[in-house]
């Protein structure tokens, strides 16, 4: 697999573990509610319909903006520092590599695990329609990125590296998609969705090995400049 490729794949997986991490996943059938308008138990009957599935499809857009700009501006920095590429690519690289060895839970970083977000009221429902679940989207990724900082972050010091308006914005797309296609799948399949999200809480800790093992493998590509950029 070419290093670009091991990159996207870990975006991809990145999204998947911020999906099913103890701050997001548990709050995922509020945040439905809040962008469709319908309790958990309408959610289960009409989880198939066109408007609901529209609904949390805005909502991703919301969030997979705010995510996309975050990489277009991590690589437009990098832009700005390629005079010091090689030792950019060095720092971040072990960044990269601690962030992927603390998602793994190979190593502990307590200020990591102290989270601040900002939360909408559970029965909160925008006036604004389709708009308002835009904006929905939007405030979930300004207000959760303290809480899927360590996973965000490596992605973002990956997309930094690159210097590249380009692969920041796909890196980040690949991550908005891996967290984004679970919100989808839940809105459709809603009561199925609630037993895959109890077994992701069962399994949570394979979850973050991989992811974390995935990128500490970008952290190390980029340590060695074999990163593919």
């Given at each position: 697999?070419?290093?670009?490729?091991?990159?996207?794949?870990?975006?991809?997986?990145?999204?998947?573990?911020?999906?099913?991490?103890?701050?997001?996943?548990?709050?995922?059938?509020?945040?439905?509610?809040?962008?469709?308008?319908?309790?958990?138990?309408?959610?289960?009957?009409?989880?198939?319909?066109?408007?609901?599935?529209?609904?949390?499809?805005?909502?991703?857009?919301?969030?997979?903006?705010?995510?996309?700009?975050?990489?277009?501006?991590?690589?437009?920095?990098?832009?700005?520092?390629?005079?010091?590429?090689?030792?950019?690519?060095?720092?971040?690289?072990?960044?990269?590599?601690?962030m992927g060895?603390?998602?793994?839970?190979?190593?502990?970083?307590?200020?990591?695990?102290?989270?601040?977000?900002?939360?909408?009221?559970?029965?909160?429902?925008?006036?604004?329609?389709?708009?308002?679940?835009?904006?929905?989207?939007?405030?979930?990724?300004?207000?959760?990125?303290?809480?899927?900082?360590?996973?965000?972050?490596?992605?973002?010091?990956?997309?930094?590296?690159?210097?590249?308006?380009s692969k920041?914005?796909?890196?980040?797309?690949?991550?908005?998609?891996?967290?984004?296609?679970?919100?989808?799948?839940?809105?459709?399949?809603?009561?199925?969705?609630?037993?895959?999200?109890?077994?992701?809480?069962?399994?949570?800790?394979?979850?973050?090995?991989?992811?974390?093992?995935?990128?500490?493998?970008?952290?190390?590509?980029?340590?060695?400049?074999?990163?593919?950029?």
């Amino acid at each position: 697999m070419a290093a670009e490729e091991v990159g996207l794949l870990a975006s991809l997986v990145a999204g998947i573990v911020s999906f099913v991490s103890p701050c997001v996943l548990p709050l995922v059938p509020a945040y439905l509610s809040m962008v469709t308008g319908l309790t958990s138990q309408e959610l289960s009957e009409k989880g198939g319909q066109g408007k609901t599935l529209l609904e949390c499809g805005l909502f991703v857009l919301g969030f997979s903006i705010v995510f996309v700009l975050m990489g277009a501006t991590a690589s437009t920095l990098g832009q700005l520092l390629v005079r010091h590429r090689r030792l950019l690519n060095i720092m971040l690289g072990i960044a990269v590599v601690v962030m992927g060895l603390f998602i793994a839970g190979v190593v502990r970083i307590p200020v990591l695990n102290r989270v601040g977000r900002v939360t909408l009221p559970r029965r909160f429902v925008s006036p604004l329609g389709p708009l308002g679940a835009v904006a929905i989207g939007a405030a979930f990724a300004l207000g959760w990125t303290p809480c899927v900082g360590p996973v965000l972050s490596s992605i973002l010091a990956y997309a930094a590296a690159s210097g590249s308006l380009s692969k920041g914005i796909l890196l980040l797309s690949a991550y908005s998609l891996g967290l984004g296609i679970p919100f989808l799948l839940t809105g459709l399949l809603y009561g199925r969705a609630l037993g895959a999200m109890d077994w992701f809480r069962k399994n949570q800790r394979e979850a973050n090995a991989a992811a974390g093992v995935l990128l500490a493998v970008m952290g190390i590509l980029l340590i060695f400049d074999a990163a593919g950029f």
